[in-house]
């Protein structure tokens, strides 16, 4: 093994150019692998929030926009076969305008009515405070990455869209949606979706009457998917989204975009494997002499070919190595920097990291197999002869 | 008839307890041909019983041969041949060698560039292989093994010193020497005890940590002998070990190897230019044009 790694250090520039090569791959792997990370987890949150019920919007709302609907659809979809519960919902932005640059989703403002609490299987946790009860005003629980964008603490106070709210309780991190949401009593949302419309339509309504979505919980036995269906059919002017549509429009999006960016990476690891095989060829050629007199002492093929494996393996670790420490590093830099807008573009899984420093091992060995055979295979005479 | 069967089945008995699988081949048919003859005997056909007698005697010549080779030589080659093709054509590097070495004999080969002393010194050290004819070793068939076997009997029967030492720059002088006893399958702590032995007996005691980059010709020299005796193989070869040292040097290195030859037993076979270094062994080969020569 010290002779593999003195060998690895004859010529200390090619090697240490090869071992940089693999880095930065595994670097992009790393850092492309961790925004992958992050919206898989995203879009599992929302695959698993989504799993029991259907959410109900205004026909004209898409997925970043929503237009309000008055309190009255829900009584229609009380009637709709398989509805069991009907809440109203309300998710807007925390800020008024949407920040330029977002990843994943924005920071939310949330309240909804409580009649249905006892069907939601999604639950959250505290880490301090209490929860929002129907009765409260100016109130407001933050989510873990809201915390430190406000410098949250109980009993704190905070401005939202200009008003005033009490911290009461703080959420546990998630990694996913609720980590940015900003929950308050459906009264106190409904008065912040109000001030957002336009002076004519508060004109006829109060705010009082306002939400912009609602949750249905199905009956049991009832598929949320086919009572997604029902809803649209017999209530008009509203778009009903289950468990397969979330499924169908974000996720097959983002699992397309995930596959993209690990491309991206893969092929910027090919390069470092081209380099190895360079290095590892290079390497060989300049040792074939040895290698014929190890063979005329007794080494068996498998002992030369054991050799060069390991390294090219010790290539690809060290690489790898470098290129996680590297890529952490960025990683972690980059979260820091962001960590007060509340949007962190970036998560770390250990199966990420493992997977990145066995993928460079594998990488490496791979790529020395074939100079690693040619090696082993070479004519003792003839290796003898090389000068 | 059964008398000498019987004499036979003994020797064989004893001979087969050994590794040789060609003997051991040689006394089944013997066997096997001494029932057919009994059986054939039995029904008086006189033109067949001769017949049988005749093959019976071949195949317990070619044992007693067999035997021979083992108990009295340490390396042999049978009429070999090696054919190259340049450009089209072909060179008879070997042309019908036969020689005989016996165990504890310090042979050296010569003749002029071209004659096949090299080729010779490849086929009979197993680093090449031959167009046709035999290699034993240690009473081995060698030339017949597959492949696969060769490393293992490279590695414990044979011993290599170069002209150009052809020592692993990046190790030291013990490494090196440890190298050719990890090949031969010795554990961690026995591959060091035997190495520094081997490097003290070639008075290299206190330049084990050294590299080769770090040591003389002669002394480099002297390490690639401590690696080629560190397995105590039956043959050492020497392929112009001298060339590239001075003559003071190349005498010092001579009388290492005459002095391991007489204290130890260690064969010796050394190809050479230099009359000088023939003249330090018992005997000389001479080749010409891939023949040896009287």
Redesign the interface.
């Known amino acids: 093994m010290f002779e593999i790694i003195k060998n690895m250090f004859r010529r200390k520039l090619r090697t240490a150019l090869t071992v940089f090569g693999i880095a930065i791959g595994i670097l992009a792997l790393v850092v492309m692998g961790g925004i992958a990370e992050k919206l898989d987890l995203l879009v599992k949150g929302g695959t698993d929030y989504y799993a029991d019920k259907v959410q109900v919007q205004s026909a004209e709302s898409n997925f970043f926009i929503t237009t309000p609907l008055t309190l009255d659809k829900g009584e229609e979809l009380k009637k709709v076969d398989g509805a069991k519960c009907v809440a109203a919902s309300i998710g807007t932005t925390l800020d008024k305008e949407l920040e330029a640059v977002n990843f994943g989703p924005p920071p939310l403002i949330q309240g909804r009515q409580t009649e249905c609490d006892q069907y939601e299987s999604f639950e959250i946790t505290l880490t301090d405070g209490r929860d929002i009860t129907d009765d409260d005003r100016g109130k407001v629980v933050l989510g873990a990455d809201l915390i430190k964008k406000f410098e949250a603490e109980i009993g704190k106070e905070i401005e939202i869209r200009g008003k005033k709210y009490e911290i009461v309780g703080l959420m546990e991190k998630t990694f996913t949606a609720p980590d940015s949401v900003a929950l308050m009593s459906f009264h106190d949302a409904q008065l912040v979706i109000y001030e957002d419309l336009p002076e004519i339509v508060k004109s006829q309504l109060k705010a009082t009457e306002v939400t912009n979505g609602f949750i249905v919980n199905p009956d049991n036995g009832t598929d949320p998917n086919e009572l997604a269906r029902t809803l649209e059919s017999e209530v008009k002017d509203i778009k009903a989204v289950g468990p397969k549509d979330f499924e169908d429009s974000i996720a097959s999006t983002v699992g397309t975009f995930t596959s993209i960016i690990y491309g991206i990476a893969i092929i910027s690891l090919l390069v470092g494997t081209l380099s190895i095989i360079n290095t590892m060829t290079m390497s060989i050629s300049e040792r074939t002499k040895e290698i014929g007199v190890k063979k005329a002492i007794g080494a068996k093929t498998q002992d030369i070919l054991i050799e060069y494996l390991t390294e090219a393996g010790l290539i690809g670790l060290l690489g790898g190595a470098i290129g996680i420490g590297l890529g952490t590093l960025l990683v972690y830099v980059i979260n820091s920097a962001m960590e007060k807008t509340g949007d962190k573009i970036f998560l770390l899984t250990p199966r990420l990291l493992w997977g990145a420093l066995i993928f460079s091992v594998v990488l490496g060995v791979v790529a020395g197999i074939y100079p690693a055979l040619h090696a082993a295979r070479l004519s003792i005479v003839k290796s003898l002869r090389e000068e | 008839m059964a008398e000498i069967v019987l004499k036979l089945e003994k020797v064989t008995k004893t001979y087969i307890m050994g590794q040789n699988r060609s003997a051991g081949k040689a006394y089944n048919a013997i066997r096997k041909y001494h029932k057919k003859y009994e059986s054939i005997c039995a029904k008086n056909d006189e033109k067949l019983e001769k017949k049988m007698g005749k093959t019976l005697e071949r195949a317990q010549t070619a044992f007693a041969k067999e035997k021979y080779e083992l108990a009295y030589k340490t390396i042999t080659g049978k009429n070999l041949k090696k054919n190259l093709k340049d450009k089209g054509v072909v060179v008879h590097a070997l042309n019908g060698v036969d020689l005989e070495i016996k165990k504890g004999e310090m042979i050296a080969i010569m003749g002029p560039s071209g004659s096949g002393k090299s080729t010779l010194l490849?086929a009979l050290?197993l680093?090449?292989d031959v167009s046709s004819g035999k290699v034993y070793i240690d009473g081995i068939l060698a030339s017949k093994l597959k492949a696969?076997k060769l490393?293992?009997i490279?590695?414990?029967k044979l011993?290599?010193v170069?002209q150009s030492y052809?020592l692993?720059p990046?190790?030291s002088a013990l490494?090196n020497v440890m190298?050719?006893l990890r090949?031969?399958g010795a554990g961690r702590g026995e591959r060091r005890k035997k190495a520094e032995e081997a490097l003290k007996l070639v008075g290299l005691g206190d330049r084990m940590k050294h590299t080769p980059n770090e040591l003389s010709g002669g002394q480099r020299q002297r390490v690639a002998i401590a690696?080629?005796l560190v397995?105590e193989p039956a043959v050492i070869f020497g392929d112009e070990l001298t060339g590239e040292l001075d003559t003071k040097t190349s005498t010092e290195i001579m009388n290492l190897l005459i002095a391991l030859n007489k204290k130890k037993g260690q064969t010796f076979i050394i190809v050479t230019h230099n009359p000088e270094v023939a003249k330090m062994c018992q005997r000389t080969i001479r080749m010409r044009d891939g023949k040896i020569v009287k």
Request: glycine share 12%; aromatic share 12%; charged share 25%.
């Open positions: 490849n050290g680093i090449d696969g490393p293992e490279r590695a414990k011993g290599f170069f052809n692993i990046t190790l490494e190298l050719a090949y031969s690696r080629s397995n």
